[in-house]
């Protein structure tokens, strides 16, 4: 039998049974190894034969999801799309990249996770729109399984805290700025209760983050928030006297009034130190 008379008769099982040792009548004897797009044939009788990969070849789940991600990411630069814009449904992609239907919806599924696509029941994906929803569990993810620290998220967001305070100073608008102050009056209300006066603590520095103008700073902000709650009740319940947590709302106050009269230095320079004084409180509560 000839050596291509043996490639093709046995292509299909090589594709499917790739490694394992086969027996070519009594006593020709091979084994099969995969490489990314090569396939080795070794101690055949007729020496060592390679074929490359061909179109129907089983191509991994992933791989094509991949195709399809990087599909959607093309098509939305290649057409200039916005927020809001349609893109290809399910079913054209599936026709257009000639991949199952499950393996377009696996994809589609992932983007919408990550905020880069939305879907509704029925209807064709538009461009999604920039939040911290992914970012946030991210971070969650990283701080749980100890790759970061609270101590590391604590140094970018102080680095970008002290930024968007002098951001906001000079772009702030007069309804930032009524917003701070009833952030600023939810914490004076909420001294005896640490999980309501650090919800009115987020929505303060969310706030300032929003008057930058800068969405990306918005997200980011938004995503340190999220994965740093818990340790910044812990951090309010180390202020046991009520002097503490009056002090803790002054340094908001200080950093509004900043803010407020578009001086963007003292904005930075207030917010820096509420940050270290944040830092001291979470030492003791043993959380950095």
Not at 159 to 167: C, I, M, N
Not at 192 to 202: G, R
């Amino acid at each position: 039998m000839a050596q291509d008379s043996v490639v093709n008769g046995f292509l299909g099982d090589f594709r499917r049974q790739v490694g394992r040792t086969y027996t070519i009548g009594r006593r020709k004897r091979f084994r099969m190894i995969c490489w990314e797009d090569t396939y080795l044939l070794g101690h055949t009788s007729y020496g060592v034969a390679y074929l490359q990969t061909m179109a129907a070849e089983r191509i991994p789940v992933n791989t094509l999801a991949s195709r399809v991600t990087d599909f959607v990411f093309e098509y939305i630069r290649e057409n200039g799309l916005s927020t809001g814009d349609s893109l290809p449904s399910e079913l054209k992609t599936s026709t257009e990249l000639k991949v199952s239907r499950g393996v377009v919806r696996e994809a589609f599924h992932s983007l919408e996770v990550a905020g880069i696509i939305e879907k509704g029941n029925g209807r064709s994906p538009k461009v999604g729109t920039l939040d911290s929803g992914f970012l946030t569990q991210l971070l969650l993810h990283a701080v749980s399984t100890q790759q970061i620290s609270t101590e590391q998220v604590m140094d970018v967001r102080t680095a970008v805290e002290v930024r968007s305070a002098e951001l906001a100073a000079l772009r702030r608008s007069r309804a930032d700025i009524q917003q701070l102050r009833a952030a600023i009056t939810g914490m004076k209300q909420s001294l005896e209760n640490a999980s309501d006066f650090v919800e009115h603590d987020v929505s303060f520095h969310s706030i300032i983050n929003r008057a930058t103008g800068n969405l990306l700073v918005d997200v980011i902000g938004c995503a340190m928030h999220g994965c740093m709650r818990q340790s910044m009740r812990s951090g309010i319940l180390q202020r046991r006297k009520k002097t503490e947590m009056i002090e803790v709302v002054q340094a908001h106050v200080r950093i509004a009034d900043a803010i407020e009269n578009r001086e963007p230095a003292k904005a930075g320079i207030w917010m820096k130190r509420h940050f270290a004084d944040a830092r001291r409180a979470l030492r003791r509560a043993q959380v950095v």
